[in-house]
Nanobody, 115 residues
Framework: QVQLVESGGGLVQAGGSLRLSCVASGISFRSNAMCWYRQTPGKQRELVAL???????RYGDFVKGRFTISRDNAKNTVYLQMNSLQPEDTAVYYC?????????WGQGTQVTVSS
């Protein structure tokens, strides 16, 4: 059974930082790309960041150098370090493990940025 458990969300003031974590189980973590998405009410989920199994990364255009995705294969954990947060970054952030023909999701963690 695949489980993705996010943590690290919360309330932060504009300009602040948060680090999200996602612990994965039930998958071959080191061979799997991992992603972070986010969603706000009434909008589609959008890709925040992706890291491949060989540590190549890709970010949504809105990130503009503020976020960093990383992984620790020994801990089956993917991180999202978010700096210079702005109110428009307020969303539920989801961990995702894409697989051929399917995709696994965590339950999400709320990030709220106050102005």
């Amino acid at each position: 059974q695949v489980q993705l458990v996010e943590s690290g969300g919360g309330l932060v003031q504009a300009g602040g930082s948060l680090r999200l974590s996602c612990v994965a189980s039930g998958i071959s973590f080191r061979s799997n790309a991992m992603c972070w998405y986010r969603q706000t009410p009434g909008k589609q989920r959008e890709l925040v960041a992706l890291i491949t199994n060989n540590d190549r990364t890709r970010y949504g255009d809105f990130v503009k150098g503020r976020f960093t995705i990383s992984r620790d294969n020994a801990k089956n954990t993917v991180y999202l370090q978010m700096n210079s947060l702005q109110p428009e970054d307020t969303a539920v952030y989801y961990c995702n493990a894409p697989r051929t023909g399917t995709s696994y999701w965590g339950q999400g963690t709320q990030v709220t940025v106050s102005s």
